[in-house]
């Protein structure tokens, strides 16, 4: 839409100005990592975080959520719409890009209410990533290390100043009335551009192929003997999925008043990596596998999301990398699958 300058003086304000009409969340530190919460003022905001423990998928997409409450008296159940208006300032650009597959994911085929109620009181500031965040992601190679859209507002660190690029109305409105903020100039646009001729060289690529050819290589990698090495290791722990922002599993469960008289319907986090997962009638268990389930796993991150909507599932901040004790890895994995052609580990398991 535009492109507009705010000075970095300005952020307390802007804050304090977004925080009248709804909740501000944002990355802040805490126990020597960072973590999204709630912003009450400028000082509690870092926006030259290097990642977060958990994605902000969660305020979209809560680990765990009411549905709705029933009362056994024969009234209808009611349903908790609990969405608040909130602004998620300082995403970087692949969790950004996380939220586009959840949009598809959410949006298509069954239309999740309490998402979309949640998606559409939300406005969307991400930030660009001027350096990697950790020596595990590999966002260049999966290409999300930057956005053209998905956006309200994106931020660009110059210095003193933000630039900022204004993707929608929504986004327009949060600087309504700011003092300070300006129309960009062709200064400014040069600034930009050199910051991000700069940016590039700064990020490795780590994977070892085009991503574009990560579908067909796992097409060719179902008999992998790799699948079983990783079960071996694997300790079906579930941190890989709890941290990774393009996961979306979920168990729903009730839970009844010890009366009897009331209860609630929620949903909570669930994982493909824990034994119990496709455990389903008679104790049958579908995928009990370690090394089945870290196959799914990586298929469902590298092809199935693709087939199914058209968008890799990772988007390469590797958050589960640092997560996994044993060292399991997307980058380690895919490249080791590539390799092997030579190597021979496409080779079917005895
Ligand atoms: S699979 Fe790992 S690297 Fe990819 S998006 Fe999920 S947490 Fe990030
Ligand atoms: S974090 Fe590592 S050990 Fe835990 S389930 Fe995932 S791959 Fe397995």
Known sequence: MSFKVIPKAALPDWIEQMRRSQRVVGPKPLHGQHVFGEIHGAAEIDLDYPTTVIP?????FPQQEDLLTYKLDGSAP????????TVVLGLHTCDLHALHLLDRVFEKTHVDQPYMARRAKTTLVSIECLRPCMSHSFCKSMGTLSVTDGFDLHLTDLGDDYGVDVGTPKG????????????ATGDDRQRVNRIMTEKWPRFPLRLEFDVTELPSLLSVSYDSKLWDELGERCLACAMCTNVCPTCYCFNVADEVELTLTAGKRYRVWDSCQLDKFATVADGHNFRAKRGARQRHRFFRKGKYQTDAFGLLGCVGCGRCAQACLVDITPVDTWNELH????EGTKEAAA
């Open 339 to 342: 390799r092997p052609a030579t």
């Open 172 to 183: 327009a409105a949060l600087l309504d009335g700011l003092k300070g903020v300006r129309e």
């Open 78 to 85: 009611s349903v908790v719409q609990d969405a608040e208006p």
């Open 56 to 60: 902000p998928k969660k305020y979209l």
